[in-house]
């Protein structure tokens, strides 16, 4: 059986043919993350704040059964149309989608799987995937973790949404041998707020310091991923106390409506989404753009450093 069909945007293939700087781009918060239309104009502002770092953005999807890396503005409306009735596609879920020749937005895990095997080092999304509150119970714990462990990409993200157990997600990371790197942080931040009150050890102020241990982590053998933690500008930060509220009940929701799998996640981002106001969302698009652009100067360093000859 071949490989599936892999269509790369001809702007992402000069720019990654000329050693050029590239930040790759998640779908699934197009699809399952928000709703229509903000979903489609948070992924062309996030594009644009790429593009304004200096960057190629290279969004990431499964369309009509190929790996599709790099979007077109409508691709990107069509992806955003189709919403949660597109696929939600892990690395697990590749293989029998792309068979069938159908659509999908790409988690966290199945974006780093592919902007790997096309060479593309840096991708900025909201929060990455954890182990999951009762995870002791259910084992529902994300695919994103396993892929950090092996693939290499870095992933700049606001930390992880307090709907997972921060806590055991960095134990996690720990065990699987995966750099957490702060951004002008000491503590790793919990999405829609500054801190989840757990230290990070590696503080860094300038991207450049952060691109150098990318690098440097890359060539060391069997090296997975990278976490970037880039907490939320402030100006757009939600109250810790109530974030903690609305989520304990939307995980209890969860439970009792006897919701499993691959249906949590987008099922507690809109029962946040609702109690909220749809603050939620304001903050969501804010810290992701804020990732984009710290993802670009991130990429714009390291493909400086990739052109210096080592000494
Ligand atoms: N976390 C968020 N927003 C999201 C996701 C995670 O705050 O939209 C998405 C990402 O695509 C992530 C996926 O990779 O959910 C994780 O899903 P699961 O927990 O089912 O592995
Ligand atoms: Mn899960």
């Given at each position: 059986?071949?490989?599936p069909?892999l269509m790369i945007d001809?702007?992402v293939?000069?720019?990654l043919?000329?050693?050029?700087?590239v930040v790759a781009l998640e779908s699934t918060i197009i699809t399952?993350?928000?709703?229509?239309?903000?979903?489609?104009?948070?992924a062309?502002?996030v594009e644009?704040?790429v593009?304004?770092?200096?960057?190629q953005p290279a969004t990431i999807a499964i369309l009509?059964?190929g790996l599709a890396v790099g979007l077109t503005?409508?691709d990107l409306?069509?992806l955003?149309?189709?919403?949660?009735?597109a696929?939600?596609a892990s690395r697990?879920?590749v293989?029998?989608v792309t068979?069938?020749?159908?659509t999908a937005g790409t988690t966290v895990a199945t974006t780093m799987q592919i902007a790997e095997m096309v060479g593309i080092s840096i991708f900025a999304t909201?929060?990455?995937?954890?182990?999951?509150?009762?995870?002791?119970?259910?084992?529902?714990?994300?695919?994103?973790?396993?892929e950090?462990?092996?693939t290499?990409v870095?992933v700049?993200?606001?930390?992880?949404?307090?709907?997972?157990?921060?806590?055991?997600?960095?134990?996690?990371?720990?065990?699987?041998?995966?750099?957490?790197?702060?951004?002008?942080?000491?503590?790793?931040?919990?999405?829609?707020?500054?801190?989840?009150?757990?230290?990070?050890?590696?503080?860094?102020?300038?991207?450049?310091?952060?691109?150098?241990?990318?690098?440097?982590?890359?060539?060391?053998?069997?090296?997975?991923?990278?976490?970037?933690?880039?907490?939320?500008?402030?100006?757009?930060?939600?109250?810790?106390?109530?974030?903690?509220?609305?989520?304990?009940?939307?995980?209890?929701?969860?439970?009792?409506?006897?919701?499993?799998?691959?249906?949590?996640?987008?099922?507690?981002?809109?029962?946040?989404?609702?109690?909220?106001?749809?603050?939620?969302?304001?903050?969501?698009?804010?810290?992701?753009?804020?990732?984009?652009?710290?993802a670009?100067?991130?990429?714009?360093?390291?493909?400086?450093?990739?052109?210096?000859?080592?000494?």
């Open positions: 059986m071949s490989r069909p001809p702007r293939a000069r720019a043919e000329a050693g050029a700087p399952h993350g928000m709703p229509f239309p903000q979903n489609f104009e948070t062309l502002a644009a704040a593009r304004e770092g200096g960057a009509d059964g503005p409508e409306e069509r955003a149309r189709i919403g949660s009735a696929a939600k697990r879920d293989a029998a068979v069938a020749g159908g909201g929060g990455i995937g954890g182990v999951h509150r009762g995870a002791e119970d259910s084992f529902d714990i994300s695919a994103d973790l396993v950090l462990a092996r290499q870095a700049v993200c606001a930390g992880a949404k307090s709907i997972l157990d921060i806590p055991k997600t960095l134990e996690m990371l720990e065990t699987k041998g995966v750099p957490v790197l702060g951004y002008r942080t000491d503590d790793f931040p919990a999405f829609y707020v500054r801190s989840s009150g757990e230290p990070v050890e590696y503080r860094y102020e300038e991207p450049e310091q952060i691109a150098a241990v990318i690098k440097r982590h890359f060539v060391l053998d069997g090296s997975g991923g990278v976490v970037v933690a880039n907490p939320i500008p402030e100006a757009h930060a939600l109250q810790t106390k109530e974030v903690a509220t609305i989520i304990e009940t939307a995980v209890a929701e969860a439970a009792q409506s006897g919701i499993s799998g691959k249906d949590v996640t987008p099922y507690l981002l809109q029962h946040l989404f609702e109690r909220t106001d749809g603050r939620s969302l304001d903050a969501n698009i804010a810290l992701v753009k804020n990732n984009a652009r710290l670009a100067e991130i990429s714009v360093a390291l493909a400086e450093l990739r052109r210096t000859p080592p000494r």
